[in-house]
């Protein structure tokens, strides 16, 4: 977020090195001066840095200047976005048909392709349904197996939870890696 800077009366410092329009040093001068200054050329004076000794001021038009640091800052909020990559999930099921495995697949193919992480889980296995953990392992790592033509295994197949309660069975998968 673009932080605001002093301008014109808010500064309060007696004196300042003063940059001016043309980004040439003006020198270390008295406030009234650097507000003069200012004023002659029709620009506004901000406060750049007030830690300095002593602090550092520059003649500019203020509204331009902040108008250019929030597109440069949406700029590189945006750009970060695009290098983000995102975790795309696909829920099975242990009972998991042979149709609908063809159309996760399809999906986890298109997240991949994206550039995605896709992370394939069977969730809340309860009850009677946590013997049936070992044939669920099977089926998430059939789909994994299916996968690796473009996806590496980024996490191996794990079973997670209290056993006999409630068990998750999850691997991520990411894209292969260009050569």
Do not use: H, W
């Not at 406030?31 to 200012?38: D, F, I, M, T, Y």
């Not at 004076?45 to 001021?57: N, R, Y």
């Not at 998991?96 to 896709?118: H, P, S, T």
């Amino acid at each position: 977020m673009f932080k605001e800077l002093k301008i014109n009366s808010e500064i309060s410092c007696p004196e300042l090195r003063v940059i001016g329009v043309n980004n040439e040093m003006i020198g270390i001068i008295t406030l009234a001066q650097a507000l003069k200054l200012a004023d002659e050329a029709g620009m506004d004076l901000v406060l750049i840095t007030e830690t300095s000794k002593p602090p550092v001021a520059k003649i500019i038009d203020y509204s331009k200047f902040r108008y250019e640091q929030i597109k440069k800052e949406k700029t590189q909020r945006k750009e970060q976005r695009k290098n983000m990559v995102d975790i795309k999930e696909v829920q099975l099921s242990i009972g998991i048909q042979e149709n609908e495995i063809a159309f996760k697949l399809n999906k986890a193919r298109e997240c991949i392709m994206d550039g995605d992480k896709v992370k394939v889980c069977i969730n809340r296995l309860r009850g009677r349904k946590t013997q049936l953990a070992d044939k669920g392992v099977a089926v998430v790592s059939q789909f994994a197996e299916r996968m690796l033509d473009i996806a590496d295994i980024e996490t191996p197949v794990a079973k997670s939870g209290v056993p006999g309660r409630n068990i998750n069975i999850m691997v991520m998968l990411a894209p292969k890696k260009k050569k």
